[in-house]
């Protein structure tokens, strides 16, 4: 029912107010400042250099070559105009549901979730912890990203609380139909595993939602253009109940459908569900998805290619760990790596106690003579990397 969440939208009249808008130090404040809180943060996470490399990473097809297959950058945006209509019409506060929507990516790797799960297997084998990009993303808004102050110092996005929440929230498929926020107000660095908690807020509920509302209709989409579901277009049709001469098959009709479901459905009481036959052909739609496109034949190919290309670029760079020696190794790299020395050793400079920090204000991250923070550190940064940059560095790293 339209407004029926009104009365539990994250606002100064509801006891999670507060908390949500709370942040790991305070943020300058102006007296002219006309924006909200998370106005605030929707401006700075668009202005970070996270949220701008965004488009040249892989959302499911590498296809650097058609600029009408959708990229990381362009689920974001689908996913925030999804959120919107979802938290507009429940009564729901729009503006925490645009920032947590256009951040809600920023810790993904390059190569889509192949590239994540290479990073994982690496980091499970140096670290022995797992690689989960939401957990990377709050990693990024939280000590990695930095913006340039009125004064020119650079300083951490230093984010609200409902939207870091939202960025980590968001892990994990829907599998069952009814999603409610907790209670509890945690520590988000508590999290060891994707999906561990509910997000804290019902607008984060709608993003994780969302989220997956967006994908699974896109993906089609460009897998039809593609052709990669020529030979399976018919299951499709029988799965989607489709009669392909009276009505069009594509992204638009696979959302609106789901997207009305829910918003008609779904009750505080309840939770945010959908109707049992949406939730059931949505399952069926991610299934059909996982077995006729992010497993198909030619997708294999290009995450070989991946599989390569990452663990050149980190081999490289941690063939450097000799304690005190590694930053000297860094630069030696130059003769034959010039770019990927330069790269990187400007990338620690901004996280380490080393070189000029008269315009930092940020928190140092890294030591690189700790070969656990220094593997980390490699991680860190080739997590941060687009598609072409990665090849781009590959290419440097074999050629003469």
């Known amino acids: 029912m339209k407004?029926?969440?009104?009365?539990?939208?994250?606002?100064?009249?509801?006891?999670?107010?507060?908390?949500a808008i709370s942040r790991i130090s305070p943020l300058i404040s102006r007296d002219?400042?006309?924006r909200t809180d998370f106005d605030r943060d929707y401006t700075r996470i668009i202005h970070s250099n996270a949220y701008r490399r965004l488009k040249h990473k892989t959302q499911v097809f590498f296809?650097?070559?058609?600029?009408h297959i959708c990229t990381r950058i362009e689920h974001v945006t689908h996913v925030e105009s999804i959120s919107y209509t979802i938290a507009s019409f429940l009564g729901l506060n729009t503006?925490?549901?645009?920032?947590?929507?256009?951040?809600?990516?920023?810790?993904?790797?390059?190569f889509g979730h192949n590239g994540e799960r290479i990073l994982s297997y690496i980091s499970k084998k140096d670290l022995g912890c797992s690689f989960w990009h939401e957990k990377n993303g709050l990693r990024f808004v939280d000590s990695i990203e930095l913006l340039e102050d009125h004064n020119g110092y650079k300083q951490n996005l230093n984010l609200t609380y409902a939207i870091r929440d939202g960025i980590i929230s968001h892990c994990g498929e829907i599998n069952e139909n009814a999603l409610k926020p907790r209670d509890e107000f945690i520590d988000l660095n508590l999290y060891e595993y994707p999906n561990q908690y509910a997000p804290y807020t019902w607008e984060a509920c709608v993003v994780k939602?969302?989220?997956?509302?967006?994908?699974?209709?896109?993906?089609?989409?460009?897998?039809?253009?593609?052709?990669?579901?020529?030979?399976?277009?018919?299951e499709l049709y029988d799965l989607l109940n489709y009669n392909s001469d009276d009505k069009t098959l594509n992204n638009s009709s696979i959302i609106n459908y789901l997207v009305t479901d829910l918003c008609q459905n779904s009750s505080p009481e309840k939770g945010l569900c959908f109707s049992k036959e949406a939730f059931n052909l949505m399952n069926k739609i991610k299934e059909f998805n996982y077995k006729n496109i992010y497993f198909s034949d030619?997708?294999?190919?290009?995450?070989?290619?991946?599989?390569?290309?990452?663990?050149?670029?980190?081999n490289t760079l941690k063939s450097c760990f000799d304690k005190e020696n590694t930053l000297n190794n860094i630069k030696n790299l130059k003769k034959f790596y010039p770019k990927l020395s330069n790269e990187f050793y400007h990338f620690l400079e901004n996280y380490c106690d080393f070189g000029n920090r008269e315009k930092f204000k940020n928190s140092l991250v890294f030591d690189i003579q700790t070969q656990e923070d220094y593997y980390h550190s490699i991680l860190t940064y080739i997590s941060g990397m687009t598609d072409n940059f990665a090849i781009e560095i590959y290419n440097e790293i074999i050629g003469f």
């Open 3 to 19: 407004g029926s969440f009104k009365n539990y939208s994250i606002n100064i009249n509801n006891p999670k107010w507060n908390n």
């Open 32 to 34: 002219s400042d006309i």
């Open 63 to 67: 296809s650097p070559g058609n600029d």
């Open 95 to 110: 503006e925490l549901t645009k920032a947590i929507a256009v951040a809600h990516d920023l810790g993904h790797s390059p």
């Open 209 to 234: 939602i969302a989220d997956k509302i967006s994908y699974i209709g896109r993906d089609i989409e460009d897998a039809i253009t593609l052709g990669i579901l020529d030979n399976h277009l018919q």
């Open 298 to 314: 030619r997708i294999q190919h290009s995450m070989r290619f991946f599989d390569i290309v990452i663990n050149e670029i980190y």
